[in-house]
């Protein structure tokens, strides 16, 4: 029997074999160029939780507690979470806008308040369209500021913080059926420090005044003078939404009624007081569902 | 004697044995990638708006057009709810001890207000932050200057 060498049994099992060996680094390559193709798709690790956050409704002393809430009103179902965690909103879902009317040195009863309060909120509801982007949170808390200054300038600062020490709160209206006179000037009927203000004041007896001032919160000016609008439009940054309406003369102590609605109400950004229905004009309405747009989101 | 196997036998057993070296080195390489993920997030995720906060702060700020901002009061807050953060000329930062920023809120002021609006040279607004855990400073900022206020104190 003969004997191979060395060399020839190498030459000889790669004759057997070497097929096999070939086949095998054909394969390792095309799963190395498949994996090129075939990358896996990035795995994102959610943040953890803050420890800080919790859902919830808000805890309040017995005798703070809302005593009734609007018709309106869209109650969020408690959640009982053990540990504090934040349940974000699904993306489907409209964000929660909480509203909080306080009495304001308001010397008739708690009914009355309610339904001065709830006579100004559908006027703004209904005009300005808020509920296509928030489920709104309306509460009217029995205990209020009873010895405001009304003629204070401080005033909207003073609701601001009672709300914000007592009712957590997306936004705080004062309403009062007294005399608002911001340094004494008795025919102010209400007022606000303007955008992103968290509070505004407004006499009930004057039911557009709430929306009027909501309208300055949402970035909308004043049509009723033309002084007004035109230091609004150079201090609101982008200017005034709302143009100042061009059949008013432009001058000092003229009271310009503002631009109507389609339908023929009076304009909720000019002045309060006038006969007839008061509503959010076209202009308006457009600038407060981009700016509601623009505020819902959710991150 | 043919000792070896025949073409067809090693061009089968090439594409197993092949298929399994291929899945073995994608699952490595899988494993790889995987252990390369953070485990966690080191900056703060900032709270979501619309929802109410456990713990947070009220701060009234008292903004001029020309000098630096001042603090004149911090209060906490047992919840607080927060808007949307949007651009604006100045902000609200919490910092934490080394100085990072870990939560912004932009905001405005107006220094024109009341009805009709009347001018004023300095305006005090309320100003909303959550109470964040590693929170050590409140920073104000506008373009007339910043203030710093210490939280450690309260």
Not at chain 2, 27 to 51: E, G, N, R, Y
Not at chain 2, 131 to 142: Q, S, V, W, Y
């Amino acid at each position: 029997m003969k004997r191979f060498s060395d060399q020839e049994q190498v030459a000889c099992w790669l004759c057997d074999y070497g097929g096999l060996l070939l086949g095998m680094l054909l394969m390792v390559g095309l799963a190395l160029l498949l994996r090129g193709w075939l990358q896996p798709m990035p795995i994102t690790v959610p943040p953890p939780p803050m420890p800080t956050m919790i859902p919830s409704t808000p805890v309040l002393p017995t005798e703070l507690l809302p005593t009734r809430q609007s018709t309106l009103v869209t109650i969020a179902s408690p959640q009982i979470s053990p540990t504090p965690v934040s349940t974000p909103t699904p993306s489907s879902a409209k964000p929660e806008m909480v509203v909080v009317f306080i009495r304001l040195n308001w010397s008739g009863s708690q009914a009355e308040f309610e339904q001065a309060a709830q006579e100004h909120l559908n006027l703004f509801l209904s005009e300005s369209q808020l509920e296509q982007y928030f489920a709104v949170v309306v509460q009217m808390p029995s205990v209020g500021l009873e010895d405001a200054d009304l003629s204070s300038e401080n005033l909207v600062n003073d609701v601001a913080s009672f709300g914000l020490l007592n009712y957590p709160a997306d936004y705080y209206i004062g309403l009062t059926d007294g005399d608002v006179a911001l340094d004494g000037q008795r025919d102010v009927t209400g007022w606000t420090l303007g955008p992103n203000s968290i509070a505004v004041v407004a006499e009930a007896s004057y039911l557009s005044v709430t929306a009027h001032e909501l309208g300055h919160v949402f970035g909308l000016c004043d049509e009723y003078s033309y002084s007004a609008w035109l230091s609004q439009n150079q201090t609101f940054i982008g200017g005034c939404p709302n143009p100042y309406p061009s059949d008013c003369q432009k001058e000092v102590g003229i009271i310009c009624s503002g631009q109507p609605t389609l339908n023929g109400k009076n304009s909720i950004m000019g002045p309060s007081g006038l006969d007839g229905d008061y509503g959010f004009n076209q202009v308006c309405r457009q600038s407060l569902a981009e700016r509601f747009a623009l505020l819902s989101r959710q991150e | 004697m043919k000792s070896g196997l025949s073409i067809g036998s090693q061009s089968f057993l090439a594409m197993l044995v092949g298929l399994l070296l291929g899945v073995l080195l994608r699952l490595s390489i899988l494993a790889v990638d995987q252990t390369q993920i953070p485990t966690q997030v080191l900056t703060p995720t900032p709270p979501p708006p619309h929802q109410t906060l456990e713990g947070g702060w009220k701060v009234v700020v008292s903004v001029s057009h020309t000098t630096a901002p001042e603090i004149v009061s911090v209060q906490r807050l047992e919840q607080v709810r927060l808007l949307p953060s949007t651009s604006a000329t100045n902000r609200a930062q919490l910092l934490n001890a080394q100085g990072q920023v870990i939560f912004e809120q932009g905001f405005e002021t107006v220094f024109y207000y009341g009805e009709p609006p009347t001018y004023h040279e300095v305006v005090e607004q309320i100003i909303r932050l959550p109470d964040l855990e590693g929170a050590a400073k409140i920073r104000i900022l506008t373009p007339g200057g910043e203030v710093e206020y210490d939280l450690v104190e309260q």
